[in-house]
């Protein structure tokens, strides 16, 4: 066991998981909007998204995207789209989405979120661009295969990110729970998270091919 290894990976696995990116500034929105079992719901199917952005590092399919600009382009923009929808029907529903006695079928559940999630990671091609660029950085040849080292460190990754994601969660549930019982600010909230997700989407049409 390399421990200066290990401690470089792990802690770049932290702060990378810890900066202000799209995947975290949507899992808060979803749970500061909607509670901690959609929060943690989000961040399961962001976080199973990424996985299949790291097997296809792995295999060598996110070259693709990496070397297509035809591809990268296509991608970004689904992505952007759904992500747009998204924000329109959250801005549509004016509060209504909190309303569990007259519209509780309306309420996205844990099934919904997990989905949304996954589809918002894997139709971001900027995440299989960095996990190429990134964990390739701690393939050692001598160590085994490689594809499986690649597996390997992706996993840990994501369950770092899953970690440290699920406390962000459970805190940002906690100071806004109270919050969400007005029938007014879930109104707001709804319109905030509508905002949110199409700035992301127009965000991500707006990124360049890295």
Not at 14 to 19: E, F, I, R, W
Not at 40 to 59: D, I, K, R, Y
Not at 125 to 153: C, D
Request: one cysteine or more; a positive charge; hydrophobic letters at 55%.
């Amino acid at each position: 066991m390399d421990v200066g290894y290990w401690f470089v990976f792990l802690s770049a696995a932290v702060l990378l998981t810890l900066s202000p990116g799209p995947d975290l500034i949507y899992i808060l929105s979803r749970t500061i909007t909607q509670g901690k079992k959609i929060g943690f719901a989000s961040s399961l199917g962001v976080c199973s998204g990424a996985l299949f952005h790291v097997v296809a590092a792995a295999l060598g399919l996110s070259a693709i995207l990496a070397t297509s600009a035809m591809a990268f382009t296509v991608v970004k923009y689904v992505g952007a789209a759904y992500l747009i929808y998204l924000g329109y029907k959250a801005l549509r529903s004016a509060g209504e989405s909190f309303d569990t006695e007259s519209s509780g079928e309306k309420n996205v559940s844990f099934w919904d979120a997990f989905k949304q999630g996954v589809l918002i990671d894997v139709l971001n091609p900027k995440v299989a661009v960095f996990f190429m660029a990134f964990l390739p950085q701690f393939v050692r040849p001598n160590e085994g295969s490689v594809t499986v080292q690649l597996i390997v460190l992706g996993v840990i990754v994501i369950v770092v990110g899953l970690t440290i994601e699920f406390l962000f969660v459970l805190l940002a549930d906690k100071a806004t729970r109270f919050l969400r019982n007005s029938r007014r600010f879930c109104a707001w909230l709804d319109r905030a998270l509508g905002t949110i997700l199409v700035g992301l989407g127009v965000r991500l049409a707006l990124m360049e091919k890295p």
